[in-house]
Nanobody
Framework: QVQLVESGGGLVQAGGSLRLSCAAS????????MGWFRQAPGKEREFVAH????????YYADSVKGRFTISRDNAKNTVYLQMNSLKPEDTAVYYC?????????????????WGQGTQVTVSS
């Protein structure tokens, strides 16, 4: 099992930026694809982005493509989500998740371990 802790959330004005971090510990981070998901109030949790184990493959939800960037530093056991040009509709709790295979997935059921989430609030 991989323990995941997100950080970097907060309150930002529309058009601003935030960088979320997800630090992994416990079982080796090696070989795990990582994903970011989010859940807005009253809505189901949705896929945001995923990245393969070596970082060569990334994939984004259409709603964030061109604005968000997922990356990882395996030496630091950390995955990041750089969020630019934030919109009020990006307001949500953001979760990182680990999948014990090379490639990520958009289906949250395919992830093995989850963090507790970090709140992102974008004001208009």
């Amino acid at each position: 099992q991989v323990q995941l802790v997100e950080s970097g959330g907060g309150l930002v004005q529309a058009g601003g930026s935030l960088r979320l971090s997800c630090a992994a510990s416990g079982r080796t981070f090696r070989g795990y694809a990582m994903g970011w998901f989010r859940q807005a109030p009253g809505k189901e949790r949705e896929f945001v982005a995923h990245i393969s184990w070596l970082g060569a493959n990334t994939y984004y939800a259409d709603s964030v493509k061109g604005r968000f960037t997922i990356s990882r530093d395996n030496a630091k056991n950390t995955v990041y989500l750089q969020m630019n040009s934030l919109k009020p509709e990006d307001t949500a709790v953001y979760y990182c998740a680990a999948r014990s295979t090379y490639f990520g997935a958009t289906n949250q059921d395919e992830y093995d371990d989850w963090g507790q989430g970090t709140q992102v609030t974008v004001s208009s």
